[in-house]
């Protein structure tokens, strides 16, 4: 088994009587991309500030690369690249600049700097923005830039919140492939995301978060094994049919979902239910069978009520 990286028991926060994170209990180790996938609110952001010592606990216990957090916080932020949410970029200066100038934080020279710039410039695509000022920059770009300033000090441990959030389809591919070869080359991942695609696509091992609480903990895969059937035949009916017909959708298994424009029948045979609702007398104007997806477990597990 890989060295434990993180450990995390009854952790907890609290900000006065609301409490954020808790007693929840994790580990992720050397190599692995590992994931909190959850609403807003569900505790994620909270406990990644905690394990990026920028945010005290306030119960439990966590080591992060074998020091505490609460005690240690220079010396972990010193191995520690981070990601935030916020395009926090100085936008006057130029791509290399913002990077050089991230560099010296860590006290490296600057011929050391401007190697890793050089490379990193390289791996997030972006040599010919090397004297572009960031406010020229797409949004995909700067999302880039940001990734490339967190290696900056080739960190034991990459900490990325909610990395492509705002980002168009293309952007958040690029990125992705991007994340995909530091995970290649060992480099240990710790992501928040709410994008399910996102999370399938990049971690090894995630939790599910809720309301401060781990609900689930697994792979992708095995989350979606054990939470949901093997397929989803969606059934669309205009609005008022689907009213007079929901008691019969119902009916047809033990797990269905009646939504404002369609109902969603979880079954492990796709085309048997296909078949078996045309047997009911059931017309919907669309049927589409599809196989569970982890935004299935997610919605199961969370709702489907939105979170402020």
């Given amino acids: 088994m890989a060295e434990i990286l993180i450990r995390g028991t009854n952790l907890e926060k609290k900000f006065g009587d609301f409490v954020a994170v808790n007693g929840i209990d994790f580990e992720v180790r050397q190599g692995e991309s590992f994931g909190f996938l959850g609403p807003n609110g569900a505790g994620k952001t909270s406990t990644m500030k905690m394990i990026g010592a920028v945010s005290p606990i306030s119960g439990g216990s966590l080591s992060v690369l074998g020091l505490d957090p ?3 916080g220079p010396r972990l ?3 520690l690249g981070v990601v935030p949410q916020e395009n926090n970029l100085d936008e006057e200066l130029t791509v290399s600049d913002n990077l050089m100038m991230y560099g010296r934080y860590f006290d490296l020279d600057r011929p050391t700097i401007k190697e890793r710039v050089d490379e990193l410039l390289e791996f997030v695509q972006l040599e010919d923005k090397r004297d572009a000022k960031v406010n020229a920059l797409s949004g995909g770009m700067k999302r880039r830039v940001i990734i490339a300033r967190g290696l900056i000090n080739n960190p034991d441990l990459y900490i990325l919140d909610e990395p492509t959030t705002g980002l168009d389809p293309q952007a958040r591919h690029v990125l992705w492939d991007r994340l995909y070869r530091l995970k290649q080359r060992g480099v240990t991942l710790i992501i928040t995301t709410h994008y399910m695609d996102e999370a399938e696509q990049l971690c090894d091992r995630l939790v599910v978060m809720d309301k401060g609480n781990i609900v689930a903990e697994g792979s ?3 989350l979606i094994e054990t ?3 093997r397929d989803v035949v969606e059934l669309r009916f ?3 049919v689907l009213d007079q017909v929901a008691d019969t959708v119902r009916g047809l298994t033990d797990h269905t979902e009646i939504l404002a424009d369609r109902a969603l029948v979880y079954t ?4 048997r239910m296909a078949a078996l609702v045309h047997e009911r007398g059931l017309e ?3 049927l589409l069978a599809r196989r569970s997806t982890l935004e299935d477990v997610f919605l199961r597990l969370t709702g489907r009520t939105l979170v402020d």
């Fill in 70 to 72: 609460m005690t240690d």
């Fill in 77 to 79: 932020r010193s191995r």
């Fill in 220 to 222: 992708p895969r095995q």
């Fill in 227 to 229: 939470y949901t059937p």
């Fill in 238 to 240: 205009p609005v008022d």
């Fill in 268 to 271: 492990d045979d796709a085309d």
């Fill in 284 to 286: 919907p104007e669309t």
